[in-house]
T-cell receptor, first 115, second 120 residues
Framework: DTGVSQDPRHKITKRGQNVTFRCDPI?????LYWYRQTLGQGPEFLTY????????KSRLLSDRFSAERPKGSFSTLEIQRTEQGDSAMYLC?????????????FGPGTRLTVL | AQSVAQPEDQVNVAEGNPLTVKCTYS??????LFWYVQYPNRGLQFLLK??????LVKGSYGFEAEFNKSQTSFHLKKPSALVSDSALYFC??????????????????FGQGTTLQVKP
């Protein structure tokens, strides 16, 4: 069990650029979550996948955000035309088959800074 | 709506003393409650969870939490604090609402976090 991994760990970009983050969940986990955490706040839910299906998206996820999990394994989160307000830590978590009682295990996060 | 509150932004304790980090929740139905810890520039590490059963839940690194239904609380405790326990602690509740797809996602709703400072 290598845990949840995320890449890159840090990303600095200029406003208006597109960025893409990757998350590799724990291998046997079918549920995958993206959260966003801003300074001094708790993580906020962005979106959820069960296998390859994206089953829920938060209202926080504007049209500039898109997420995929094409083969039910790794996931990508893309932000188009980044804005300074997108600066945050983006966290990925995965859990197993038992739904809400399962523990979500988090990756180290990708810290995005938009200049 | 499901929510959790962590009333203290920061808790300071001396090493060796007991510590308590407070959390209260508001849910409809039975709550599923979690505690996570976050070290600087790191992701969240799971400490413990309450699903059902014994109100005293034991977790990692000597932490425990007491579920109190009448007070809607789930306070995190440790009998003897270590300097290395200094970190940011988050309480979370599982969202029990069904999503539009009729599949309960199990997403977590987090409190604002409490910084624990343990001084030697």
């Amino acid at each position: 069990d290598t845990g949840v991994s995320q890449d890159p760990r840090h990303k600095i970009t200029k406003r208006g650029q597109n960025v893409t983050f990757r998350c590799d969940p724990i291998s046997e986990h079918n549920r995958l979550y993206w959260y966003r955490q801003t300074l001094g706040q708790g993580p906020e839910f962005l979106t959820y996948f069960q296998n390859e299906a994206q089953l829920e998206k938060s209202r926080l996820l504007s049209d500039r955000f898109s997420a995929e999990r094409p083969k039910g394994s790794f996931s990508t989160l893309e932000i188009q035309r980044t804005e300074q307000g997108d600066s945050a830590m983006y966290l990925c978590a995965s859990s197993g088959h038992r739904g809400g009682t399962d523990t979500q295990y988090f990756g180290p996060g990708t810290r995005l800074t938009v200049l | 709506a499901q929510s959790v509150a962590q009333p203290e932004d920061q808790v300071n304790v001396a090493e060796g003393n007991p510590l308590t980090v407070k959390c209260t929740y508001s849910v409809s139905g039975n709550p599923y409650l979690f505690w996570y810890v976050q070290y600087p520039n790191r992701g969240l590490q799971f400490l413990l969870k309450y699903i059902t059963g014994d109100n005293l839940v034991k977790g990692s690194y000597g932490f425990e939490a007491e579920f109190n239904k009448s007070q809607t609380s789930f306070h995190l405790k440790k009998p003897s604090a270590l300097v290395s326990d200094s970190a940011l602690y988050f309480c979370a509740v599982r969202d029990l609402r069904e999503s539009l797809s009729s599949s309960n996602t199990g997403k977590l709703i987090f409190g604002q976090g409490t910084t624990l400072q343990v001084k030697p």
